[in-house]
T-cell receptor
């Protein structure tokens, strides 16, 4: 099955700086890559996703890049703000989801934005 | 009420207790999921229901028993749990096999 690795596990950045989280996946058939943000006491919330026919996608201060050849994708947060502090999860799946409806998640990155 | 809701938000139970977790989605979706979230580990998919039929059971111990009475409600019945079952239990929903899953806030379970 799909195996997703996520690095780093913790990331501390100064407010206003950029944060980058990287994920690698093992199944070359995967073609859907969402990113989730989980704030304290809440469930994961989808913040951005990318599909394999796109190399980069942006939404305001957030961007995701995908390198299918290398089987890795990254989340970029620019001009970080205190409210960006959270745990971020990457995931990969064969979309539309395969028979097992499975999203494979990374272990998460705890991002702390220092004021 | 919008999105995916879960009750209770916190639950403490002994190993001999029986309790149930409830999930309700208000998104009109027809697939629902239970995940287990433990510290520093990837989310673990436990069960998937599509159109009220179970389509996935990831080798979960029988002390966890899911129930999906309709496409909006999902339960997780718990009995004779172990301390290692303490975790955050998340419910999610999606529109069939469309990739995007929407999560509830979770139930923080502590087994004494």
């Amino acid at each position: 099955g799909e195996n997703v690795e996520q690095h780093p596990s913790t990331l501390s950045v100064q407010e206003g700086d950029s944060a980058v989280i990287k994920c690698t996946y093992s199944d070359s058939a995967s073609n859907y890559f969402p990113w989730y943000k989980q704030e304290l006491g809440k469930g994961p919330q989808l913040i951005i996703d990318i599909r394999s026919n796109v190399g980069e996608k942006k939404d305001q201060r957030i961007a995701v890049t995908l390198n299918k050849t290398a089987k890795h994708f990254s989340l970029h947060i620019t001009e970080t703000q205190p409210e960006d502090s959270a745990v971020y999860f990457c995931a990969a799946s064969i979309g539309p989801l395969g028979p097992d409806y499975k999203l494979s998640f990374g272990a998460g990155t705890t991002v702390t934005v220092r004021a | 009420e919008t999105g995916v809701t879960q009750t209770p938000r916190h639950l403490v139970m002994g190993m001999t207790n029986k309790k149930s977790l409830k999930c309700e989605q208000h998104l009109g979706h027809n697939a629902m999921y239970w995940y287990k979230q433990s510290a520093k580990k990837p989310l673990e998919l436990m069960f998937v229901y599509s159109l009220e039929e179970r389509v996935e059971n990831n080798s979960v111990p029988s002390r966890f028993s899911p129930e999906c009475p309709n496409s909006s409600h999902l339960f997780l019945h718990l009995h004779t749990l172990q301390p290692e079952d303490s975790a955050l239990y998340l419910c999610a929903s999606s529109q069939g096999k469309v990739d995007t899953q929407y999560f509830g806030p979770g139930t923080r379970l502590t087994v004494l």
